[in-house]
C-alpha cells in the first residue's frame, strides 16, 4: 500500500511526475492519473493502480500544441487543422508513433493518442513536469471516472502517490478521440468536442461504423463507466413510478420527484454532462438500486452522453 498525499501545488505536481511518480489532476474533461512516459516503471504502475486491461491503450498529455512532436512520428494535414481549432481542449488526436514510445503506453499499437488539455492548472503541471505524461481517467478501471478529487480519492488512495486537489471538472465528459493515421480523420470516441465541430473543421471526418475494417479502436472492448446500481435508459422518464431506492437524472421534469432516493433535473446537456458521473457516484454511496437516465438527442454533446449511458447500461464485463 502507497502513501498518497493531497497536494495543490502545481509546482509539487510536476517535480512528483518528473520524478517518476503517479499523480491524479484536474483537466477540463475529467480527472486524469498521470505518469511519465519516459520514466522507466511508471506506466506499468498506471496499469497497476487502475487495475486496467493492458491491451487499452493511454492518452499521452503535453503542455503546449507544439510539444506533440515529443511523441509522434509525423503529424498529417488533417491534423494540423485539428490542433489549430481544438487545441488547447477535449480533442485527442491519434498520430504515428516515435519508436521511442513505450509499447506499454500504446499497448503495442504503432501509433499514439495525444492531447494538449484545456485547462490551465492541468497545462501547468505538465510544463512543470517537462516531459509528456500518460493520464488515463483517474478511476478503477470499469468505474465511472472521476469529476472531483474526492471521486479520485475514493478510488485510487494507497494506490497512487498524490491527488492533486483541483476544482470540479467543467466538462464532464471524457475527451473526443479522432484517428489521423488514416487517409481522412475517423472518430473513435466521441467527447467534449462535438461530431458538428469536428466537421466543420473538416468536412471528409468518418465515423468509426463508417471506416471499422480499417481502424483500430481498442477502448470500445472493455467494460466502462459502470456505477454499482443499474443503469436504465428512459424515453419519458416523467412515467417511471418513483421510489427511494431509485435515483432519476433527467432533463423532463417529473411530477413527484421528491419520491426519488437521488433526484436531479438538468438544465441543458451541459449540465446533463457535467452532472453524468458524479450522479452515478453518489447514488452508490447512498446505496441506491437503479439510476433512470433520459436518453437524449444524438446531436451536441449529446452525441458523447448517449455513448456513456449505452455503456454505462450494458451489463458487458472485462
Ligand atoms: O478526457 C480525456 O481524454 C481523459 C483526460 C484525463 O485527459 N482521459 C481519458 O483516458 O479518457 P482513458 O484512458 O480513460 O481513455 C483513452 C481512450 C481509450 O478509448 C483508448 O482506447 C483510446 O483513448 N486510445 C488511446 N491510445 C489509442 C491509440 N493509439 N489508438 C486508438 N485509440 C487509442
Ligand atoms: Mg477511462
Redesign the pocket.
Known sequence: MIVTSLIDEPELAGRLLREGKLVAFP?E????LGGAIYVAGTVEAIFRAKGRPSD????V?VHRPDAVGAVAANIPRAAHELMEAFWPG?L?L?FPKLEKVPNTV?AG?A???V?C?GSPVAREILRHCELPVA????NRSGRP?ATTWQAVWEDLEGRIDAVFQGPMCQMGV??T?V?CTQPHPVL??S??ITWEQLREVRPDMLELVQASEMV?????RHRHYQPQAEVVLVEKPDQITPDRAYAMLTLKPHPEASLFGSYKQCDSLEDFAVSLFEFFREADRRGLKRIYCQQCDNTGLGRAIIDRLLRASSQEKD
Open positions: 483537466t474533461t475529467v480527472y486524469g487499452n491503450p493511454l492518452i498529455h477535449p485527442t491519434v500504446t499499437l501509433s499514439v493518442a492531447r488539455p493520464a488515463p481517467s483517474a471516472s471524457e475527451s478521440v484517428d473513435l470516441r467527447g467534449g483500430n479502436s481498442p477502448g470500445l
